[in-house]
């Protein structure tokens, strides 16, 4: 597996995992409290978004991490294209090396 790979893998994974905590929030609230009105459930729903944004964004800033030099390549991406720019490909779609250490994202990912 090389660097890429695992990436795309995490990506995967966080995004599965994301999909699922939510899914699986909105059917509990449903079952748990059948008769919240509809506006409460949206009520929770977005709170319950949010608070998985913020997971995210910390959880993707420990794991996108360079394996040699260890600088965070995702914030490195956002520092580099900028926040307003709509360009939505990941940092190993731009690069194909990191741009701190130049270690190869095709060589294999470190035990
Ligand atoms: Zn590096």
């Known amino acids: 597996m090389t660097i890429r790979d695992h990436f795309k893998r995490t990506q995967m994974w966080c995004t599965y995992g994301l999909a699922a905590i939510l899914i699986g929030t909105a059917l509990a609230?449903?079952?748990?409290?059948?008769?919240?009105?509809?506006?409460?459930?949206?009520?929770?729903?977005?709170?319950?978004?949010?608070?998985?944004?913020?997971?995210?964004y910390f959880v993707t800033r420990r794991i996108y991490r360079c394996p040699r030099c260890g600088v965070g390549l995702n914030q490195l991406r956002a520092q580099t294209i900028g926040g307003q720019n709509k360009d939505r490909r990941?940092?190993?779609?731009?690069w194909n090396a990191c741009p701190n250490c130049q270690?190869?994202?095709?060589?294999?990912?470190?035990?």
């Open 29 to 56: 609230i449903r079952f748990l409290h059948p008769k919240l009105p509809r506006p409460d459930i949206l009520m929770v729903g977005l709170g319950l978004a949010a608070v998985a944004i913020v997971a995210v």
């Open 90 to 94: 990941m940092f190993w779609e731009i």
């Open 103 to 111: 270690l190869s994202f095709d060589a294999p990912w470190p035990k």
